[in-house]
């Protein structure tokens, strides 16, 4: 009970975890009622928090488990974007050459340690976790529910129409 009493107060709303929820919202991949706020000033995105944070601690279920159930798909995510930052040399010749930074070899070579320590993680989450199915299940949600964002929803970041133009 101490943990879910813990966790209930590190939600409170000047947590930082509020403003990537907003952003999300903005952007479209949350509804965007969740960026508006109450009257007093409380994001409606916090309800969502408490929502999170709450329904685990009313199935009973393990914190450390739902702590790894959390991360397993953040692993399985910086695969992917470590191997989609591999392209970015590529993709961004001249400003990487003006950047007078790190070489290719050595930025992909980083990069390919970092997937590797994920794996690892990935691999460990899952063999420690008792409830691997909802590990998979929320996963493959995560991943199902981004896909049919970009492709149904109308998604607008900044970043994704620089990609475009260049």
Request: glycine residues 10%; proline residues 4%; charged residues 15%.
């Amino acid at each position: 009970m101490n943990g879910s009493l813990q966790l209930l107060r590190s939600m409170k709303p000047e947590t930082g975890s509020r403003r990537p929820l907003i952003a999300s919202a903005r952007d479209g991949w949350l509804p965007s009622f969740l960026a508006r706020s109450t009257k007093k000033g409380v994001p409606y995105v916090m309800g969502l928090l408490y929502l999170i944070g709450v329904v685990p601690i009313l199935l009973g279920m393990d914190l450390g488990d739902v702590a790894t159930i959390c991360l397993f798909p953040g692993a399985i995510t910086k695969i992917f974007t470590d191997i989609y930052a591999m392209t970015v040399p590529g993709r961004f010749k001249k400003e990487w050459g003006e950047s007078g930074g790190m070489s290719v070899g050595i930025y992909r070579f980083l990069l390919v340690l970092s997937s590797i320590a994920s794996v690892i993680l990935g691999v460990f989450y899952f063999i420690s976790n008792d409830l691997k199915i909802a590990m998979i299940v929320v996963t493959a949600a995560i991943f199902i529910y981004g896909f049919l964002c970009s492709r149904f929803g109308h998604i607008t970041i900044q970043a994704k129409e620089e990609y475009r133009e260049n």
